[in-house]
């Protein structure tokens, strides 16, 4: 039998476990709420096998997924879906902007790609970023890689834009496309702050300082000044389809007008050079590159540790908005775009 010594000395062994038990949870706890915060980066030193480089933090080179095909020499298909201009989302199925010129970056960099197949299935986006894509493509075209377009559903405004610098491109008789044109929108949401009983207050050093303000209707001045800035957007795109089409400006200022074509529409007025689906446009980029064999690949993203730490802390982090009220007191910013918007 124990003796009351023994089961005496038994219980403070029982305490300091639940002390120790206790002290992980908090552990654990604290952990969940720091890392949110910017304690993830410390992981990050050991999520690339312990290494002990030190300098800014570089996104890891994009992967080969061979699609087809085998050989040295690279076809690359670079996918862009969705709207463009948009930030990159570590758990979403489309790449975003910066995803996108890393892959175009990446491609014309490789000695082994011989050729890009841009599958483009997008109504637009923002100018800004559009530019951006479209000047890396020609960078990659400088680079001597050939550039296919293979569009897929839809490829308007922004998508076509994109489009425009590649040796051909393809579109399915049923793309819609076109709509070639600039649009910035403005919201008024004067009345819904009447009926909540809100009020601004602006104090501007100018006139203009809040043009586009979603609380008044514009002036005839705010009204001119916008005008001028989708102009001259509107010359832009008509300046990249001429360049990268061939097509006379006037006969480009003829069918720029924002309507949506077919892509059997878009064939007949020079807009693509012809109809088919992704494969045609693979064998396309093969036949203009010079190629007999090729590897057909996509790039993917590393699905280390590191990588996705990193995709964690460059995502914006959401707002908590339960009535929406942000988005009336706060709207955001209007943004000048290449975008087809029914």
Known sequence: METETEKAKEKPRGGRG???????????VLSCAILPLG???LLLAFADGGSTSSGPLTAPRWQEQTVMGSGLDRVVIIEVSGTIGVASDPFGSSLG?????????????????????LRVDSPGGGVVASSEIHAELVKLREAGKTLVVSMGATAASGGYYISAPAERIYANKDTFTGSLGVILSLTNYGEAFDNLGLKSYVYKSGNLKDIGSPLREPTAEENAVLQRVVDEAYQGFVDVIVEGRGLPRERVLEIAD?????????????LVDELGNLEEAIAGAMELANLDSALVVRYTSSSSLRSL????????????????LRNITDPPAPVLEYRWRP
């Open 18 to 28: 639940w002390l120790i038990a206790l002290s992980i949870i908090i552990g654990l």
């Open 39 to 41: 304690g993830m980066a």
């Open 97 to 117: 902007q910066n995803d996108i010129l890393s892959q175009i970056k990446q491609a014309a960099k490789d000695p082994l790609v011989r050729a890009v197949v």
């Open 258 to 270: 924002g309507r949506i074509y077919t892509g059997a529409q878009a064939l007949e007025l020079g």
């Open 309 to 324: 730490l990193l995709s964690r802390l460059s995502a914006p982090q959401a707002t908590s908005d339960p009535l929406g």
